[in-house]
């Protein structure tokens, strides 16, 4: 975007008055409700030519549909900002929108257990991508606090059994209804720097984290709840916001927490507050994501030092951390950039400062009039590549 | 009366004070820091400070209470901390939406609530009267979301009788085709404690000492209930419709979420939730006011429905 376009509209209305040369204008904006975007006359035309991918037949047949044609051909998008589940399921199926991503308390309409779309679909010819977004969930753990901080051999430990203790396959089997993937590293798929052969030292294992607290004096007492090395109580406290996916993992948790003996707090504030106190280091712990960065490099800041009281809210200082970061500035995309991202991450898993749980996979259903259907990874508006058959 | 009106418009200001006073302390006490929202995760304190020095959040307590003071005079409540959009313009474009749904919903439950609860008065006791109540009473114990999922399902996606959600552009299109769904939905909802309520607001006259009398004199039993009894009954009905206008604007947002209305409920529910201080300002000023007008408005209509009554 042009300076001169910030300069003009300011921090607080350049957002909303989108200056650019995109294929699509917007001709009406109705906050919260719709978005209407009309072709833009100046766009250059071009010409469909893609190539498939050789092992991927819904991609040959996309292209052997839409190769050819002159783009863009959708002169007018309405996006309807759909907030309840329920009514964009139903908007959908009657047939009343064109395409959704499917939202997850609706997917066991569209999907069997396999996850292929149910016959009632494609009887309908109902057409569906299905897609690993560029996104991780983690849980950061703060280093500064006085419970479960420090650098100490016994306060590793207490990190590692909490992160081995959670039950992140059911997070994803119950409260993501088989709709995510272990994250293995905090940079995810699709974005540059992602080593799809990397995998995790850290699985859930409650019987290694009860061994470890074992090790390391971490007793259980008559209530079943352990007790600090020197005897204090031990009581892990998390953070979390209201929202109904926060407070099913409350409950994760606290079912997780108890099974290795270690008795949890959990307490609630509102987002600005949360980040507040985040940035303060006063946050044991709490959930966090992160989508659509483009480079790895932004997501491997959230440990750096230099960024404490910025992103790094698990408040992390390690030279040996802030020397990759600085190599991983430096060096172009390739084995040494790759094998520096590995050490990273094993920084990460050794000393416990994150916990990773999931990457989201999104199911996009379109009907069948909507041709070329393909989910761009990171663009959100790719409507110039796709077509619309007349009903 | 005119001096009745300016007396009463006069005693607005110091409850005005009074609610300025209320929101800005309750604010500034438990309201979250906007600047952290806009600034985003990935910021730093030297963002932050930028962000709260453009705001006005750095300045002594008492000017940010001199600045709000200045808005509500002039009605200006600036730009929403979180989306940037005038507050005067949020309100301009969804308040229509909201009324749209509001409006229309208020009369019919109204005309609908006294005519049920006319005809049960009149056969109190009676089987009629028993069924209905219990109606009623099932009725209230349903929560609201049950009747908008399954009206929207049944309805809207089963049987196709009207759109599952959405919105227009003409007031018509919205009124004939959008609104009515959430309309009747909210009828079923606030039939029940309406028609209860104005019951026993009818129930109550309808054994006092004049309608005894009436009776007596030889006036029919139409006549006793719609001229003597009704009119007295109305004035408790006034002000509990009246008191209830502002309140309604908020609490159809469920509605509004469900059926993709822009309207304001919506907007409040996000302005709490992002810390949205000028938003939640101008909502308060905005239905305080509200709300001192429409019962001035109340005390008016009393006296159209009974001229007995004297205004000073």
Same mark, same amino acid.
């Given at each position: 975007m042009a300076r001169e376009v910030v300069e003009h509209y300011g921090h607080e209305a350049v957002m909303s008055n989108p200056v650019g040369? %995109?294929? /699509?204008?917007?001709?009406?904006w109705i906050r919260g409700s719709k978005i209407i975007l009309a072709a833009n006359p100046d766009f250059p035309a071009f010409t469909w030519d893609f190539e498939a991918s050789a092992d991927d037949e819904a991609d040959k047949r996309v292209a052997a549909q839409m190769k050819g044609r002159k783009m863009p051909q959708i002169g007018k998008v309405e996006i309807s900002i759909i907030e309840e589940p329920q009514s964009t399921w139903l908007a959908f199926s009657s047939k009343s929108i064109d395409s959704i991503a499917v939202p997850p308390s609706f997917i066991e309409k569209a999907l069997d257990a396999n996850n292929r779309l149910l016959p009632s679909w494609t009887e309908q010819h109902v057409g569906m991508y299905r897609s690993v977004e560029p996104d991780i969930r983690y849980q950061f753990f703060n #280093?500064? =606090?006085? @419970?479960?901080? %420090? /650098?100490?051999k016994e306060k590793i430990a207490l990190r590692r059994a909490i992160i081995l203790g959670y039950d992140v396959d059911e997070e994803i089997r119950v409260i993501r209804k088989n709709q995510a993937v272990k994250a293995e590293q905090m940079v995810a798929p699709v974005?540059? %720097?992602? =080593?799809?052969n990397y995998r995790s030292? @850290?699985? /859930? =294992?409650p019987g290694l984290a009860n061994a470890l607290l074992d090790q390391f004096n971490y007793r259980k007492g008559a209530d079943g709840y352990r007790s600090m090395p020197d005897g204090k109580p031990l009581v892990f406290t998390i953070y979390s916001t209201t929202n109904s996916i926060d407070r099913e993992r409350d409950e994760l948790w606290k079912r997780s927490m108890d099974r290795i003996g270690i008795r949890l707090e959990v307490k609630k504030d509102k987002f600005p507050e949360l980040l507040k106190q985040g940035k303060q280091c006063a946050i044991p712990s709490w959930a966090l994501g992160w989508t659509?960065?483009?480079?790895?490099e932004f997501v491997m800041?959230?440990?750096?030092?230099?960024t404490i009281g910025q992103n790094n809210y698990a408040c992390f200082e390690s030279k040996e951390y802030d020397q990759y970061f600085e190599d991983l500035k430096r060096l172009p995309d390739g084995p040494e950039r790759t094998r520096v991202l590995h050490n990273m991450y094993r920084l990460m898993e050794v000393y416990g400062v994150l916990g990773l749980s999931s990457t989201s996979i999104a199911t996009r259903l379109h009907h069948p009039? @909507?041709? %070329? /259907?393909r989910k761009h990874p #990171? #663009?959100?508006? =790719?409507?110039?590549?796709m077509d619309i058959r007349k009903r | 009366m005119a001096a009745y009106v300016i007396r009463r418009l006069w005693q607005m200001v110091p409850t005005m004070a009074g609610v300025i006073l209320l929101v800005f302390f309750l604010f500034n006490w438990v309201g979250g820091d906007p600047a952290y929202v806009l600034a985003? *995760? !990935?910021?730093s304190q030297e963002q932050i400070a930028s962000i709260r020095k453009e705001l006005g959040l750095d300045e002594p307590i008492w000017v940010q209470l001199l600045i709000f003071v200045k808005q509500v005079l002039s009605f200006d409540f600036g730009?929403? +901390?979180?989306?940037?959009?005038k507050v005067s313009q949020i309100f301009a474009t969804r308040l229509p939406a909201s009324l749209t749904v509001v409006g229309p919903l208020l009369i019919i439950e109204t005309i609908i609530g006294v005519v049920i609860a006319v005809a049960v008065s009149w056969v109190r006791g009676s089987w009629i009267d028993r069924s209905v109540m219990i109606l009623c009473t099932t009725g209230m114990s349903i929560s609201i979301l049950v009747f908008i999922i399954v009206g929207q399902y049944l309805l809207?996606?089963? *049987?196709? +009788? !009207?759109?599952v959600q959405g919105w227009g552009e003409s007031f018509t299109t919205n009124l004939l085709v959008y609104a009515p769904l959430p309309i009747l939905l909210g009828l079923v909802v606030s039939i029940a404690p309406n028609t209860r309520l104005f019951r026993s607001f009818i129930l109550d006259e309808i054994d006092q000492d004049y309608v005894r009398t009436a009776r007596a004199k030889g006036m029919n039993e139409a006549r006793v209930m719609f001229i003597h009894v009704l009119r007295n009954a109305m004035i408790p009905v006034i002000t509990f419709v009246i008191s209830n206008l502002p309140g309604l604007l908020l609490g159809a947002f469920l509605l509004e979420r469900f059926f993709g209305i822009p309207g304001v409920g919506r907007e409040i529910i996000l302005a709490v939730e992002r810390s949205d201080f000028p938003v939640i300002k101008a909502v308060t000023v905005y239905v305080a006011l509200a709300t001192m007008v429409f019962n001035l408005i109340g005390d008016l209509l009393y006296r159209v429905a009974d001229p007995r009554i004297q205004l000073r």
């Amino acid at each position: 975007m042009a300076r001169e376009v910030v300069e003009h509209y300011g921090h607080e209305a350049v957002m909303s008055n989108p200056v650019g040369t %995109g294929p /699509y204008k917007i001709e009406k904006w109705i906050r919260g409700s719709k978005i209407i975007l009309a072709a833009n006359p100046d766009f250059p035309a071009f010409t469909w030519d893609f190539e498939a991918s050789a092992d991927d037949e819904a991609d040959k047949r996309v292209a052997a549909q839409m190769k050819g044609r002159k783009m863009p051909q959708i002169g007018k998008v309405e996006i309807s900002i759909i907030e309840e589940p329920q009514s964009t399921w139903l908007a959908f199926s009657s047939k009343s929108i064109d395409s959704i991503a499917v939202p997850p308390s609706f997917i066991e309409k569209a999907l069997d257990a396999n996850n292929r779309l149910l016959p009632s679909w494609t009887e309908q010819h109902v057409g569906m991508y299905r897609s690993v977004e560029p996104d991780i969930r983690y849980q950061f753990f703060n #280093l500064k =606090d006085p @419970v479960i901080g %420090g /650098y100490s051999k016994e306060k590793i430990a207490l990190r590692r059994a909490i992160i081995l203790g959670y039950d992140v396959d059911e997070e994803i089997r119950v409260i993501r209804k088989n709709q995510a993937v272990k994250a293995e590293q905090m940079v995810a798929p699709v974005i540059p %720097g992602h =080593d799809p052969n990397y995998r995790s030292i @850290v699985r /859930y =294992d409650p019987g290694l984290a009860n061994a470890l607290l074992d090790q390391f004096n971490y007793r259980k007492g008559a209530d079943g709840y352990r007790s600090m090395p020197d005897g204090k109580p031990l009581v892990f406290t998390i953070y979390s916001t209201t929202n109904s996916i926060d407070r099913e993992r409350d409950e994760l948790w606290k079912r997780s927490m108890d099974r290795i003996g270690i008795r949890l707090e959990v307490k609630k504030d509102k987002f600005p507050e949360l980040l507040k106190q985040g940035k303060q280091c006063a946050i044991p712990s709490w959930a966090l994501g992160w989508t659509r960065s483009s480079e790895s490099e932004f997501v491997m800041k959230l440990l750096s030092s230099k960024t404490i009281g910025q992103n790094n809210y698990a408040c992390f200082e390690s030279k040996e951390y802030d020397q990759y970061f600085e190599d991983l500035k430096r060096l172009p995309d390739g084995p040494e950039r790759t094998r520096v991202l590995h050490n990273m991450y094993r920084l990460m898993e050794v000393y416990g400062v994150l916990g990773l749980s999931s990457t989201s996979i999104a199911t996009r259903l379109h009907h069948p009039w @909507v041709e %070329g /259907y393909r989910k761009h990874p #990171l #663009l959100l508006s =790719d409507f110039h590549l796709m077509d619309i058959r007349k009903r | 009366m005119a001096a009745y009106v300016i007396r009463r418009l006069w005693q607005m200001v110091p409850t005005m004070a009074g609610v300025i006073l209320l929101v800005f302390f309750l604010f500034n006490w438990v309201g979250g820091d906007p600047a952290y929202v806009l600034a985003g *995760l !990935f910021s730093s304190q030297e963002q932050i400070a930028s962000i709260r020095k453009e705001l006005g959040l750095d300045e002594p307590i008492w000017v940010q209470l001199l600045i709000f003071v200045k808005q509500v005079l002039s009605f200006d409540f600036g730009s929403s +901390w979180t989306t940037g959009e005038k507050v005067s313009q949020i309100f301009a474009t969804r308040l229509p939406a909201s009324l749209t749904v509001v409006g229309p919903l208020l009369i019919i439950e109204t005309i609908i609530g006294v005519v049920i609860a006319v005809a049960v008065s009149w056969v109190r006791g009676s089987w009629i009267d028993r069924s209905v109540m219990i109606l009623c009473t099932t009725g209230m114990s349903i929560s609201i979301l049950v009747f908008i999922i399954v009206g929207q399902y049944l309805l809207a996606y089963r *049987l196709n +009788w !009207f759109p599952v959600q959405g919105w227009g552009e003409s007031f018509t299109t919205n009124l004939l085709v959008y609104a009515p769904l959430p309309i009747l939905l909210g009828l079923v909802v606030s039939i029940a404690p309406n028609t209860r309520l104005f019951r026993s607001f009818i129930l109550d006259e309808i054994d006092q000492d004049y309608v005894r009398t009436a009776r007596a004199k030889g006036m029919n039993e139409a006549r006793v209930m719609f001229i003597h009894v009704l009119r007295n009954a109305m004035i408790p009905v006034i002000t509990f419709v009246i008191s209830n206008l502002p309140g309604l604007l908020l609490g159809a947002f469920l509605l509004e979420r469900f059926f993709g209305i822009p309207g304001v409920g919506r907007e409040i529910i996000l302005a709490v939730e992002r810390s949205d201080f000028p938003v939640i300002k101008a909502v308060t000023v905005y239905v305080a006011l509200a709300t001192m007008v429409f019962n001035l408005i109340g005390d008016l209509l009393y006296r159209v429905a009974d001229p007995r009554i004297q205004l000073r």
